[in-house]
């Protein structure tokens, strides 16, 4: 089944302990993204990357690094967590550049830190 | 300014109702629309693509206002499982990324 799979689905953490939220995806997809969700700002891009070793930052970065060693994954990591980073995570994959084409989003990852 | 804004609703709608909403978008350059439906903080899925002479999918229309900057979004004879939020993304071609708005909250109720 085509899909993209986060892990953890949830997590409590508490302020400064570094963490990792897996990204996996089995379609073969170029572009992948994360997202951060918070109530009345919709989806804020944080990171994205056009391809293996090829990463850039989206809107919202700050705290947050990626890294694309294989195609199919694209870990997100928080070198050191803080309480405004609570949110509900969500990876992205495309074929190609959103341009023309389906985002597919895995289930999320909705991190409390404290 | 945000760069898609949508009426947050909620719209609460009896069954078999017609409910419409909009969005607008700020970018003139953007090419590519959508709707995506979201439930409950669920995963975002893509409803339907939005293009520039509208589409119909079954009970659903979308159309596209490129000299206003809006889409829409019509939901005929609406479904108990049509509640969902309504998510109006647009892309931004010099950043490579969608642009979301904040979602559009539809409830129908029996």
């Known amino acids: 089944e085509a899909q993209v799979t986060q892990n953890p689905r949830y997590l409590i953490t508490v302020t400064g302990k570094k963490l990792t939220v897996t990204c996996s995806q089995n379609?073969?997809?170029?572009?992948m993204s994360w997202y951060r969700q918070d109530p009345g700002l919709g989806l804020r891009q944080i990171y994205y990357?056009?391809?293996?070793?090829?990463?850039d930052k989206g809107d919202v970065p700050e705290g947050y690094k990626v890294s694309r060693k294989e195609k199919r994954n694209f870990p997100l990591i928080l070198e050191s967590p803080s309480p405004n980073q609570t949110s509900l995570y969500f990876c992205a994959s495309s074929p190609e550049v959103p341009m023309n084409t389906e985002a597919f989003f895995g289930q999320g990852t909705r991190l409390t830190v404290v | 300014r945000k760069e898609v804004e949508q009426d947050p609703g909620p719209f609460n709608v009896p069954e078999g109702a017609t409910v419409a909403f909009n969005c607008t978008y700020s970018n003139s350059a953007s090419q590519s629309f959508f709707w995506y439906r979201q439930d409950c903080r669920k995963e975002p899925k893509l409803l339907m693509s939005v293009y520039s002479s509208g589409n119909e999918d079954g009970r659903f229309t979308a159309q596209l206002n490129r000299a206003s900057q809006y889409i829409s979004l019509l939901i005929r004879d609406s479904k108990l499982s049509d509640s969902a939020t309504y998510l109006c993304v647009v892309n931004d071609p010099w950043d490579y990324k969608l642009s979301f708005g904040a979602g559009t909250t539809v409830t129908v109720r029996a």
């Open positions: 990357s056009m391809n293996v070793e090829v990463t």
């Open positions: 379609m073969n997809h170029e572009y």
